[in-house]
């Protein structure tokens, strides 16, 4: 969550408490608009996760709402099956809204942006068209009635207060998965996945279990939205109640609970107060979100977040201990990495040529060369961003697999890059938190639910990041956005989220680009500790200089093959490598 944790708790605190007295002032109708808030936000609560954190563009929200209406409709009136319960058909809505949402959710993992959302446009006029033709059922463009739930959610505000228990569990479980390592996770995905990837997330897997959540969720919200409703038509899930899910989450600011929830209540508030502007209600949602890109492009809750607009210490030394390394790093990972005869080509450019290359534990190896040599792209290869067309990548002769590059941390493999990946929205604590990620032993459900192995995953987490910062020279800002970062923390902060995985093999792309003479002796002094820890280190840098000074061998690359390697001395006389790189 963006907001501090005493801030974020006091105002969800004050919200309860005013919602918890609202039917003391004995207005019926704010109940009812209230009761609409709080089903709104139970579906909200859940689509946060995918738009707000993920960073999907799911703007078809609303059929999710309509399947769980006439879900729980049609089975307490009875029309396709016998009469159940209202609370075990809104179970099943629940569950007919998990299954939809995995419906709806996989072709995120193909499209992407504006795509996306189009297809959940699309799932979503197929819905209003379903409940439109099934009319034995649903009774087609004439509707059917909602449920009554009984005694002692009657409707009136036994009613009104079930929703807003739902509403708290809702915001209680989002919460803990938003300051869980899945949390940390949808947020990479949505802002650096190449970094999510590098330290083990898996896509795939993650959003298939969002959107579950997030489904079920709006499938329980349309159970309770027909029963407000009392009678459903298709009518009632129009467009509107799609920009107001979407809109609610953008004004209230993404990777936020509170700011969404603050938005909600906004959102559901406002056309009662511009009842008389009820017609130009899409207009309005769409000027509100105009002027809050404009004016506040972080939303609501960037506005609450004061703490991180004070100023930062000006001159900052980062000054790494790397005395401290030997109780992060394990140093009985000892082995070699190597590839074999790779060959990659993009196009008619062939980026690599027959590459054989190894480095092994405990050493620092230096990989140099003109731009567009294959330095980077020998990485992205290693990393498993790349499938060559022909060669072999091994960890202690076990063969790696290509075009997995989630699964490179399990091998603890860990990378940097040449433009630093970072969470900005995050804290520095936050991002170097996610390099562990795949230490983590809680479930999701484990963590919505705040079980101790989660609690136990967070404290692990929380003390391997900081020890990492501490190593790095960081710990200072531990708790300031990444955001805020000059250009060499951002450095040796992807260092230290790299550090976090306790890796074998450490890749380090041009880590010194960018950063002063001292603060580059400084490097140099951190990743040579950091072979002597028994981590090997792969090292591709510009800085000729660092590369003599601090590398055991060096592989000097040209046009995708190896122009020569050897100890740095060798490298140093090299007739070929000193007129085609080094200079006279």
Known sequence: MKLGWLEGRITFLLLAVAAVCLPLFDDSYAGVIATRACIYWILISGLNLVVGYAGQIAIGWVALLTLGAYTTAVLTAGTATPALQPYVALLASAAVGAVSGVIVGLPALRLRTFYFAMTTLGFA?????????????????IGTPGPVFPFPFAPGWGFYYFCLILAVLCTWMTANIAASRFGRSLIAIRDAEVAAEASGVSKPALLMTVFVLSGALAGVAGGLFSSLQSYITPDAFNFDLSVLFFIAILIGGRGSILGPLLGTILLTVLPEIAAPLVAWSTFLYAALLLLIVLLIPGGIADMLDYKN?????QH???????????ALLDGTRRGALELTDVALAFGGVRAIDGLSLDFHSGEVHGLIGPNGSGKTTTLNVISGYYHPQAGTAQLNGATLPFGAPHRRASFRIARTFQTPRLVGGASVLENVMLGGTIDGQGTFAESLLTLPRHRSDERMLRERALQALTIVGLETLAQVRADRLQHSELRFMEIARALTLRPAFLMLDEPAAGLSTEEIRRLGT???????????VLLVE???DLIFDICDRVTVLNLGKILAAGTPAEIRSHREVVSAYLGA
Do not use: N
């Open 316 to 326: 900052r030394e980062i000054v790494p201990r790397p005395e401290l390394l030997p």
């Open 526 to 536: 951190l990743i040579k500790a950091i072979s002597h820890a028994g981590t090997g």
């Open 542 to 544: 510009h800085h000729a």
């Open 309 to 313: 607009r004070r100023p930062l210490q």
């Open 125 to 141: 006029t197929i819905v209003t068209q379903i409940a439109l033709a099934w009319k034995d059922v649903t009774g087609g463009g």
